[in-house]
């Protein structure tokens, strides 16, 4: 975290962004980031997507001089995504917040690069399951950055974030739903996704996902990221 403190300050000097127009474009305290430059404090993912938005640059970036790979370096919950059918859990033993990643780009490690076939078979991918008791499976690995190929399983009376709070990111999101069904909320849009039907909308869009019924909604979603 020394190092991406360090490169995190190099890389608003370059900017041209004091410290403090920093932190009030992010919403933080001044002193929350001077702690994050030096090392002293660890940005959450969506901290740490947020900083690489506003100063133009790519995570992979973030940790490219003299820095660890960013799959060995960042925090809870970025590291969270593990083989098998596992509940992912923070330092302290809970169930990862939902509200601390908007999209699989900041949950999922990256490859380096991206194998010819990538086959995978129940049990043996990665999987996220946050404290909203949303589960996020990565069907292939193989997709690089741009793109997530996943399942998603909302559990009855579930949402997509605790506080029904919408969420946004950059990008678009593609999704057929198998079973169950999804109140979807894009916008001012509110509409019932019932099995067999399907979406796409700009993910830019305030966002959320609620499963009013008593069994689990499960759908394929794909969801684009733009490239850096």
């Known amino acids: 975290m020394v190092h991406l403190g360090a490169r995190l300050r190099d890389v608003r000097l370059r900017s041209g962004l004091s410290l403090r127009e920093v932190s009030r474009q992010l919403g933080v305290s001044p002193s929350f980031v001077s702690q994050l430059e030096n090392g002293k404090s660890q940005p959450s993912v969506a901290t740490l997507y947020s900083i690489a938005q506003l100063l133009e640059v790519s995570i992979d970036e973030l940790f490219s001089v003299d820095g660890p790979r960013v799959a060995e370096a960042l ?62 499976e990565r069907l292939v690995d193989n997709t690089g950055t741009d ?18 709070r919408m969420l946004q990111h950059a990008g678009s999101e593609f999704g057929f739903l198998l079973e169950g069904e999804l109140e979807i909320t894009v916008g001012f849009d509110v509409f019932m996704l019932h099995p067999g039907e399907a979406l796409g909308f700009d993910s830019s869009q305030p966002h959320l996902f609620r499963n009013l019924g008593d069994i689990p909604a499960r759908g394929i979603w794909f969801v684009r990221h733009p490239q850096s």
């Open 75 to 136: 925090p809870v919950p970025a590291l969270a995504a593990v083989r098998g059918p596992v509940r992912v859990d923070d330092e302290s033993g809970h169930a990862l917040n939902r509200s601390d990643f908007s999209s699989p780009v900041d949950a999922f490690p990256r490859e380096a690069g991206q194998a010819r076939v990538s086959v995978s078979r129940p049990g043996e991918r990665s999987r996220l399951e946050m404290d909203t008791g949303v589960v996020w």
């Open 147 to 164: 793109l997530d190929f996943i399942e998603i399983i909302y559990p009855p009376h579930s949402s997509s974030t605790n506080d029904d």
